[in-house]
């Protein structure tokens, strides 16, 4: 393939990476109440990135740049969940950010870590997925900080000790891989690992994994996750929460599809999501924090995604369950912290008593967000749960299909926790004392991220279909 | 035109909601509506023929999940036309019996009328991951119902039942996705399942049907799961409790007879002994308890750990082997029982409402001579409990008498559940004597009577149960052929 094919072929990325760069200059050069310029136009490079993508959705599964860069389905999924979830991330955040003093930067940030996840999602080679984990990650930690506060800063710090401590294990799992295989590229590493020692490739595989695990906010790189969705600004919340994840755990699938059955590695995934699922839940009871609640239960719904990964290539459901599972998450998560993003100064689940009757359609957005995450039909993520446990099941995982199970139970037990005092009537002592002045873009989002959690569980069958 | 009748509620829930504000109008939509809706199913039921073994009436299908084989399927036949019939019953009655309410009728009324919606969409499901649909969505529905309008520790019933009906949804997923993997091609269908018969002759199919059995039995409630029946019950509303034990438990039997028998018959046939001992003691053990009760609506609630042993008994009895003319008698008279339960316990609990209504206890010390204040009150009740004990002339004896009479000639050791009627005659007559007769004491004096829209909905239920008692046959020449096809899937 001639580089201009290849540069067109990565059309969607390269719009992200143009808007970019275009949002920081023009907000350097605007003032400060006119910064929604630069909102308006990262707006419209992820419109058009979109766009892009699911014009390539069609097209047959190619590579670029050497086979260092996939093409394909896989690639399609994350291109267009990243770029719709980081849309909504950033309508979500319009009230929040408009005339603050970082606006353009964060949209920048935003559109950055968005081109390292989806970087991540399309890596066919070790040197490109550190260089998407790099890019994923550095905009992450300023954007959990840039609001200045002072739990913001401790949870910028701890992202950033994490992350520097899992990028480099990612790379020394690299490092091991490539001497193991001879090349980093991922077609080699297939016949390069063929022969090489199982201890080896074992060694390597769990630097790599551990990296991915950090961004898919997974065992054992998990603290970040809860700190963050409780320190950040709500829509760098409601972005970190979301986006890496993709990004990590498409690569995640991408690598180890490609890894021979020399290491058991899918048990070791399947003890990942195991461990991943029950902890997130376990921690997910005690907390009053609807932020920090939504912050384990992203940790749990990382495990459930793990559950494709196990049997990654191995069952011909495995793929696509992974990406309905993750468009049904993207758009459930982003819906319950869009209703957080509406209702701010609630710092607590009490808070929301009174939400059924002072606003019923919060109220309605919040069960189809927190039934989705629970994995009640017809909501997106139900679709992705039936299809992941019937993955899982396939590849002879069905104790981990019984156990994903009893965890959805559990589940269940916190995001009722926060459903019931939305449909309490308000006491006088409850706090905010059931008066809701919410925002108003959040509360489009919520709506808007209802319906598509919604269109994701009825019509993603059929989509899916046609995909196919 | 049976899609229209899923649909029909839904579109009626999303009115009401629009109409919010407005109560009359709201109450006067969800009576409109569920009237709407029996109409509807008995245009269907008239224009139902018996379609042939296995065959299905009003059959409609469209694409949904294709890449699982899993689609839109709906169509009835003898098992689920019943129960169709009895959910557009038990709603009419609901939308009567709250004629009168006034807390915050528009949400409440959309919330029946989506559970009405559910219900009917259950019981006409033809693929498994559409029944999962249904059978969620009715646990989310009457979970919102116990937990806004319930009364004493609603919350916590509530939650206790989602957790464990939502358990039991998610073993019975499980139990599907074994379904799913096991047949070949690899489907959702329940026809399509039928016909491959999958997992036949695999040791695999006994955990699934486990699977499938324990999402079932949590349902129903059989006993060991039954426990959170009673707190449900107690702290619901008393339509609530109508519905759930009216229709929702029913969806847990009819998934017996629709997918367990005959999508896993040899694995059926081989849990028969444990299946047959856990209906012999769920009708002991639910009559017993409800014996040791002085809350009415508990009591209620333990005769329906009683009445849905029966029929489980039956079910398990028909997958003996043995005279296939005892197994159909069998299984015919449990899908009867479905109905004459929903009913009958139907109009009790709708009954045992009106006295928290008046005087804001269950407890039968707290009455006495209560047929003096209030004689219409006294012989509804009196006529439902002889109906609940099994009376002849009310369908509750036609459904017992065929399941013992079914029960007995293929399994005689099912013949221990019978002392199950004698507890039940007892402990009715105990609750009529204690409540009802002898000098007005406690907070009997001055309760005021049944008012008409009470009179109308719990006697409309009961002149049902009576018009089956007495004339059966249209409603078992409905169910019959689908039982013998039943009993010839399950051979042996």
Known sequence: ?468 | MLSLAILFPLAAAAAVLMSAGRGGMARALFLGATAVEVVLTAILWAGYRTPGPDGLAYEERLRWIPNVGSSYHVGVDGLSLPLIGLTAVIFLACAVYDWGARDRPAPRAALFLFLEATSVGLFAAQDLILFFLFFDLSIVGMYFVIAGWGHGDKARSALKFFLYTFLGSLALLLGFIGLYLGGAPHTFDIPELLRTQPLRDNPAGLWVLGAVVVGLAIKTPTVPFHTWLPPAHTDAPATGSAVLAGVLLKMGTYGFVRIAMPLLPDAWRAWVPALVAVGVVSVLYGALVALAQSDLKRMIAYTSVNHMGYIVLALAAAGAGGNPAARETAVTGAVTQMVSHGLITGALFLLAGVLHSRAGTYDMGAFGGLASPAPRFAAFFAVAAFASLGLPGFSGFIAEFQIFAGSIGAVPLTALALPGILITAALFLRALQRVFTGEPRGKSPGLADLRPAEAWSTGGLLVLSVLIGLIPAPLLDTISPASASLVSLLGG
């Open chain 1, 1 to 468: 393939m001639n580089p201009g094919a290849d540069a067109l072929a990565l059309l969607p990325e390269i719009l992200m990476l143009t808007g970019a760069i275009t949002a920081l200059l023009t907000g350097s050069f605007v003032p400060r109440e006119r910064q929604w310029i630069s909102r308006i136009i990262a707006l419209g490079a992820l419109a058009a990135s979109a766009t892009a993508a699911a014009a390539a959705v069609a097209g047959t599964a190619t590579s670029a740049y050497s086979g260092s860069y996939a093409i394909d389905a896989g690639t399609g999924a994350g291109r267009l969940v990243v770029a719709i979830s980081a849309l909504l991330v950033i309508v979500l955040g319009s009230d929040e950010l408009r005339g603050t003093e970082r606006e353009s930067e964060t949209y920048t940030l935003i559109l950055l870590a968005c081109l390292g996840a989806t970087v991540l999602s399309g890596a066919a080679d070790l040197l490109v997925l550190i260089a998407g984990f790099l890019l994923a990650s550095i905009p992450l930690y300023a954007l959990i900080g840039i609001g200045r506060t002072k739990n913001g800063a401790e949870a910028a710090l701890k992202t950033y000790l994490q992350g520097a401590f899992f990028g480099i294990l990612l790379m020394l799992g690299a490092a091991v891989l490539y001497a193991a295989a001879g090349t980093t590229s991922y077609a080699g590493l297939r016949s390069g690992l063929e022969h090489a020692a199982g201890a080896i490739t074992g060694v390597g595989l769990v630097g790599v994994l551990a990296g991915l695990m950090f961004k898919a906010g997974a065992v054992p790189a998990h603290f970040w996750v809860p700190d963050a969705a409780e320190g950040a600004g709500t829509a760098a919340a409601a972005f970190a929460t979301t986006v890496p994840k993709i990004g990590g755990i498409l690569a995640a699938y991408r690598l180890l599809e490609q890894i021979p059955g020399t290491v058991a590695w899918p048990l070791l995934v399947a003890l990942f999501a195991a461990v991943t699922m029950t902890l997130g839940n376990l921690a997910a009871f005690a907390q009053t924090n609807p932020r920090r609640l939504l912050g384990w239960s992203t940790v749990s719904q990382a495990g459930y995604l793990l559950m494709p990964v196990a049997v990654a290539g191995a069952v011909p459901l495995a793929l696509p369950s992974l990406l309905i599972y993750l468009a049904g998450y993207a758009a459930s998560n982003l819906t319950a912290f869009a209703i957080i993003g509406a209702h701010p100064d609630r710092a607590e689940l009490r808070g929301y008593e009174g939400l059924s009757t002072a606003r019923p359609w919060h109220a309605v957005a919040l069960v189809v967000a927190l039934l989705s995450l629970v994995g009640t039909p017809p909501t997106g993520v139900f679709l992705g749960k039936l299809a992941v446990f019937t993955a899982a099941w396939d590849g002879g995982f069905w104790w981990l299909a019984a156990l994903a199970a009893l965890n959805t139970v559990a589940s269940l037990f916190y995001y009722l926790r926060w459903l019931a005092p939305a449909f309490r009537a308000a006491s006088p002592d409850s706090p905010g004392a059931g008066d809701f002045s919410p925002r108003a873009w959040p509360t489009r989002v919520a709506i808007a991220g209802a319906a598509l959690t919604l269109f994701v569980g009825i019509g993603g069958g059929i989509l899916w279909a046609g995909l196919a």
